[in-house]
């Protein structure tokens, strides 16, 4: 049916179209043309356009504008003149956009709004003449400028919902996401080998200023070391880590003066939004520290757009020489002979400087690492409880030595407090991934796979980009094999990737697979040569002999790993004391048996049955305890440790 010139009935859904020149914005598609011709342009150049039309031809200010384009950013003016330059570029006319001099921009030719109607076009009597009827119909939208063609009635509709529409646009500020951040290495732009270790040190004092930003995650620091050079595409970088925010730097000694330099970066358009630059004397390092904390707490939060940090201040080295030892430990990695020599540097800093918490901190977790992954047993991990300890009692705001203490809870058996500390956690910084990650790692423990999954996802979904290896382990558990090998670093290039990958492709059923894999070196992990050999059909008295040598870890959930390899190798007796050692020190391991293909060969057996049945009431220990949280006091996370 054709119409009279009437108006339509009210479109289902309608987006201004704004008409300027020869140029046209459809704000619904967020598409400009000029001269009928689409014009590709990033997104802030048509945001700051949509702003200066939403205007009505009045001067905006530079400072509406970037509030109103970088929301919660703080950007510099050459980033607002940079998207302007961008835009005038793309209209094909300088005329359009005028500068009104330290004040603002103006949009200087007739700007017409017209809404595009979605459901019924709007045409006028005269377009509908007789004659034209068979034709090709106007565009769906009435310019303001020509109020004869419709009735008074639908032009002040019209007037007012377009007026409505002004308003909302105008004061309307998109939600900045939340923050997501990754530091990179610095560069050491005087390639000077004494400095070498500040690479690492400097991302690291950042941190743990950072740290104390209400809802911000910051990606750990290895996983960002990855990206380093002049050359870094911040862009790629943020897609890889997935991340919004990022901070780089370099730093030089020039004559007796150390200069340091450092950037906040917005990858989403693969440049420099901030930039400060300080000199300290090369000698004092406390210097550094004082200006590097206090120029990222301020200048830098607020570059990143962060606003709120917890009351007490980050805490600070005060002695020279632990510091210096301290950030040289920050630049050792993690395997077994460098994690000894950042404990041999740790123990000096805390020494000298007994109250400086990030010290505490960086030595809970190398002591934690020499006692599971270096053969250092139930002493190292009581000295990473004392380090982790000292460390919460100088900075009771920071979780990190909380998620450290409970996962030693979790390892030792104390599954419902755990729990609890873990969920208290949660309340406190949803928005963390690594307390999603401790609650997985305390579910699973517990035999509550489908939650520790949960938990995992959240986790992923925070940080989506990074390997959660300990989450292989759930997803192994439930027979998502797939899933599991997809957290295992690709490149296997740690011991205990290597460990985890054997077991997925093992259950997995891929031999080819698993005989690619060498044998972890970790002390006490001899069970993997063992498996290793059974998996090659090795004679039975070599079987014997490898399987004599398994003998039960601290974690009792490798003691589970373990009991898996001996079933899988025919080892029956040795196999059910494992797997039974590991329940009994609440490991439930519950479901996960039932699953586990290794243990086929011991379903029948009855001590199986009796142990199978010790799993289950552990399980259902931990589920119908660990309900029952005890109130919620000021200092909860402090007195469920206790």
């Given at each position: 049916m054709k119409t009279n010139g009437t108006l339509s009935q009210p479109a289902q859904s309608s987006a201004p179209l704004w008409r300027f020149g020869e140029c046209l914005f459809d704000e619904l598609r967020f598409e400009l043309r000029v001269r009928g011709v689409a014009v590709e342009l990033e997104r802030k150049p048509l945001e700051v356009l949509l702003q200066l039309l939403s205007s009505g031809g009045n001067v905006v200010r530079k400072e509406e504008l970037l509030e109103g384009v970088w929301p919660g950013v703080m950007v510099v003016d050459a980033s607002l003149a940079t998207a302007v330059s961008k835009l005038r570029k793309a209209l094909g006319d300088q005329e359009i956009i005028q500068t009104v001099s330290k004040v603002g921009y103006r949009i200087c030719v007739p700007v017409e709004i017209a809404l595009a109607a979605s459901v019924a076009p709007l045409a006028s009597s005269e377009s509908m003449s007789p004659g034209s009827q068979d034709g090709p119909q106007a565009p769906a939208a009435v310019a303001f400028r020509q109020p004869y063609a419709i009735s008074v009635w639908a032009a002040g509709l019209l007037i007012a919902a377009s007026a409505f529409v002004l308003a909302v646009r105008h004061n309307y500020r998109h939600p900045p996401a939340p923050p997501t951040l990754a530091i990179l290495p610095f560069q050491n732009v005087s390639s000077d080998p004494s400095l070498e270790y500040l690479r690492a040190a400097l991302p690291d004092q950042v941190a743990n200023t950072?740290?104390?930003a209400r809802s911000l995650t910051i990606r750990p620091l290895p996983a960002a070391a990855?990206?380093?050079?002049p050359s870094v595409n911040f862009r790629e970088a943020a897609r890889a880590l997935d991340v919004n925010r990022m901070v780089t730097g370099h730093y030089l000694r020039a004559g007796d003066q150390l200069q340091v330099t450092m950037e906040a970066v917005d990858p989403g358009e693969n440049r420099v939004v901030w930039r400060e630059t300080v000199n300290v004397p090369s000698n004092n390092l406390l210097a550094l520290q004082q200006q590097i904390a206090g120029m990222t707490r301020w200048r830098l939060a607020r570059a990143l757009g962060l606003t709120e940090f917890v009351p007490e201040a980050a805490p600070r080295a005060t002695n020279e020489e632990a510091y210096e030892l301290y950030l040289k430990s920050v630049a050792l990695d993690w395997g077994v002979e460098?994690?000894?020599?950042?404990?041999?540097?740790?123990?000096?800093?805390?020494?000298l400087d007994p109250n400086y918490a990030p010290a505490w901190g960086l030595l809970s977790l190398r002591y934690y690492t020499a006692s599971r992954f270096g053969g250092g047993g139930q002493q190292m991990l009581e000295f990473s409880d004392a380090a982790a300890e000292r460390e919460l009692a100088l900075d009771p705001d920071s979780p990190n030595p909380v998620a450290e203490l409970t996962i030693h809870r979790t390892e030792r058996g104390e599954l419902v407090k755990a729990h609890q500390t873990a969920l208290e956690l949660l309340r406190r910084r949803p928005d963390n991934p690594n307390n999603h990650h401790v609650l997985s790692y305390v579910l699973r423990y517990g035999g509550s796979l489908d939650e520790s999954a949960r938990e995992c996802d959240l986790t992923m979904l925070l940080a989506a980009k990074f390997v959660w290896g300990a989450c292989s382990t759930t997803f192994m558990e439930m027979g998502d094999y797939k899933r599991a090998r997809s957290l295992i670093r690709a490149d296997l290039s740690s011991e205990f990737s290597k460990a985890h990958a054997i077991d997925t492709y093992l259950r997995a059923g891929n031999l080819a697979e698993v005989l690619k894999i060498p044998a972890p070196t970790t002390p006490g992990w001899e069970s993997y040569q063992m498996v290793l050999a059974c998996a090659q059909r090795a004679p039975q008295p070599?079987?014997?002999?490898?399987?004599?040598?398994?003998?039960?870890?601290?974690?009792?959930?490798?003691d589970y790993f373990f009991a898996a390899h001996l079933a899988y190798c025919g080892q029956t007796g040795a196999a059910l004391h494992m797997l039974k050692l590991a329940i009994d020190r609440n490991y439930c391991s519950y479901p996960a048996m039932d699953k586990d293909p290794l243990f086929d060969r011991l379903r029948d057996h009855p001590e199986f049955m009796r142990i199978r049945a010790a799993g289950m009431m552990c399980h259902d220990y931990f589920l119908a305890n660990r309900k029952r949280a005890p109130e919620r006091s000021k200092d909860l996370l402090r007195s469920s440790l206790e």
């Open positions: 950072l740290n104390a990855q990206f380093s050079g460098p994690n000894r020599q950042g404990i041999e540097l740790l123990r000096r800093t805390v020494l070599q079987i014997r002999a490898l399987a004599a040598n398994v003998k039960p870890d601290d974690d009792p959930e490798v």
